[in-house]
């Protein structure tokens, strides 16, 4: 009989790190109270942080931020934000100094209890919750002003609930501070939020991890238009992927595949079918106005009739 990840008191980690060994939250004194942590493992993502955290610290009870070995001031920088905003109360950020595999082939070859796993990581990052649900975050996703209200809404909703919600994202190419270009021809609507139990821990999938859930659960999903992913054009894009060519050979990468298009489309100037290029008032920041002007105001529902060609109508 196969004992689930989440059962018993934690993990230990087969490098012996005693100080990363992983002990449940629902196993910590005093248990879980009621609301929800956004969690965010990052790197070198300091550029965006301005735009990512001030919504989301307001959205959520808490944030637990991880920075994995960035070399670009990305703690500092999202200490100094969480600060200015009046925020730092809702903030706290850890350190994981080992370095951890990139999805695919690396990722498969690492033993899953390993403090270089992407699994062990994850697992370690959310054993730092202290509320009974929690949001899986990106360092590079921000939330539109409709968005913020909707999370901040559900986040005290979901604190003592058994679900878990489909968050919509958009990518969000940045060529400029007032220039860019956004992805409504792909439908990405992924599991963002969790609740904190036994139930839902990570394990290994085979290019990346993935969190474990019941097999009866209710799920949500949001509508669109709420979230935007941030893509620096003259970023590395892809540099947490072994290799970015097997995008067109998995079934399970047919979102990387899409960016993978959309982004060498971008970098030879072209601009794919579902693409919108946007560009700011002056004075504005690109994403500012996507984020608290553009998406609000764009018609609904966005309708793709082929998310492979992106092939896009907004109907109002």
Not at 161 to 169: D, G, T
Not at 210 to 236: H, N, S, Y
Not at 262 to 284: D, M, R
Request: glycine share 8%; charged share 25%.
């Amino acid at each position: 009989m196969t004992v689930p990840i989440g059962a018993g008191h934690g993990l230990t980690n087969l490098e012996g790190h005693n100080d990363f060994d992983i002990v449940w939250p629902w196993n910590q004194p005093g248990g879980l109270r009621r609301g929800a942590t956004a969690v965010l493992r990052v790197k070198n993502e300091a550029p965006g942080l301005r735009f990512v955290l001030p919504p989301l610290l307001r959205a959520c009870d808490h944030v637990l931020l991880v920075d994995n070995g960035s070399d670009d001031g990305t703690g500092e920088e999202a200490q100094r934000v969480a600060d200015e905003h009046g925020l730092g109360h809702r903030f706290t950020l850890k350190q994981y100094p080992f370095q951890v595999a990139r999805a695919g082939a690396e990722h498969l070859s690492v033993n899953e209890r390993s403090v270089h796993s992407l699994a062990y990581f994850y697992n370690w990052c959310f054993s730092h919750v202290r509320t009974r649900y929690s949001w899986k975050w990106d360092g590079d996703m921000v939330l539109t002003t409709e968005g913020e209200v909707s999370m901040s809404d559900l986040s005290w909703q979901v604190g003592t609930a058994e679900a878990v919600i489909r968050f919509p994202r958009h990518g969000l190419y940045i060529e400029s501070d007032r220039t860019a270009y956004l992805d409504l021809g792909l439908r990405n609507i992924e599991e963002w939020g969790f609740p904190m139990s036994p139930d839902y821990v990570y394990t290994k999938a085979p290019e990346w991890e993935i969190r474990t859930t019941p097999e009866r659960i209710e799920m949500f999903a949001l509508p669109q238009g709420l979230c935007v992913e941030l893509k620096w054009l003259d970023g590395d894009e892809f540099a947490h992927w072994t290799n970015p060519e097997s995008f067109a050979t998995s079934i399970r990468n047919r979102r990387k595949r899409r960016e993978w298009l959309v982004w060498n489309a971008l970098q030879e100037g072209q601009v794919p079918e579902g693409v919108v290029e946007i560009e700011s008032p002056e004075g504005v920041h690109v994403i500012d106005h996507v984020t608290h002007t553009w998406l609000p105001r764009a018609p609904r529902p966005f309708v793709v009739d082929d998310p492979d060609h992106a092939k896009l109508h907004l109907r109002a």
